[in-house]
């Protein structure tokens, strides 16, 4: 039989990348998991079912829970790493594609690194960023062209690249010169799946935000614009380093909810519920628009990024043309008072099925299988 392996970057925290890589393990159940580092309570909890294998970098707890300190040590762990595969799927965004393979290597890529190829964008504005997110930016400034390097020969030991919206397409190509294809992955959310559970303190009508709490993700231009918006709450979703300045946001904002981290039931009941969802990061896919549209629900998108691939204008949701605070206040306005239906916004979203995503990811290994 084939011996497939696959591999992530680091499974320390919740977000799209993560969810791909769950998807990963379901289309090739019993197989390892092999990362950098591994952090089960800053995870989805479905990792505690797999045999996630880390590097021995993961030893150092500071470095567990706090991936972003482990950027100066990572190139060499990396490349220390070799798997024995017929066939390593590497799903990847700054390091899981410089692991060595005796066999062929597919990279799975949600973006090139954002921290080596867009660091003032990832990075965010003085003001919002914290001492530790500067202390890091700082570091990337000293070793950049030593992983840039590494970056680039890392990229050309794969053997095949697929990406996740055509934007990361052209990225790829811009970047390393490699032509890939695009297979969007499918929603993390499923308004099929188990019960959903209410939230009592949160009121209707209200918009909700879903993203990790760092600059690029614009959550505090949302935060002020959803304020400008009479009679409409807003709940955002998700943690990071950027939440005590968030949370002095909010407290000169009206109507907000900052829940943090919440379970899927939890997060079911607020796409089941919300009038809209909001999305002004700056994305390399656009993954929740597709879960709201799962459950019927409009975005008001950036147009930018994967929110491309992702929304259609009109018929799933609105966009606006910059994050700032009046241009994302007026697209939420116009997604509360239009008219969408339902049934084409789900329809919209079933084309994005698992099943579809999973059996192309089966035909691509079998492709590089005949080549072995």
Known sequence: ????????????????????????????????????????????????????????????????????????FLKDAVSRCRVDADVLVASSSGWAHGIQSTGRKIVYCHAPARWLYQADRYAGSNSSRSLRSRTIEAVADIVGPELRAWDQQA?????????????????????????????????????????????????????????????????????????RVPNLNLVVVGEGPGRRHLESVAARAERTHLLGRVSDGELRWLYENCSGLVAASYEDFGLTPLEAAGFGRPTAALRDGGYLDT?????????????????????????????????RIIAHSESFSEDRFVARIHEIVDEELARC
Not at 53 to 63: E, G, H, Q, V
Not at 201 to 227: G, M, T, W
Not at 312 to 327: C, I, K, Q
Request: aromatic share 8%.
């Open 1 to 72: 039989m084939a011996n497939i392996a696959l591999a992530h970057d680091y499974v320390t925290q919740r977000g799209g990348a993560e969810r791909v890589a769950l998807t990963l393990t379901r289309a090739y159940p019993q197989l390892p998991l092999h990362t950098t580092l591994y952090n089960p309570s800053g995870t989805f909890p479905e990792f505690g079912a797999i045999d996630v294998k880390p590097m021995p970098i993961n030893r150092w707890k500071m470095l567990r829970q706090h991936h972003r300190l482990a950027l100066p």
């Open 311 to 343: 929304v259609v204008e009109n018929v799933t949701g609105v966009f606006f043309e910059a994050p700032t605070v009046d241009s994302i206040a007026r697209a939420v306005e116009d997604m509360v008072r239009l008219p969408w239906s339902a049934r």
């Open 155 to 227: 990229a050309r030991s794969a053997d095949r690249y697929v990406v996740n919206s055509t934007i990361i397409q052209r990225a790829v190509a811009e970047v390393y010169g490699i032509e890939a294809e695009v297979l969007p992955p499918p929603p993390a959310m499923s308004a099929l799946a188990a019960a959903s559970q209410p939230i009592p303190h949160v009121r209707q009508p209200f918009i909700l935000c879903v993203a990790r709490l760092l600059p690029y993700k614009n959550v505090d231009r949302v935060i002020e614009a959803v304020s």
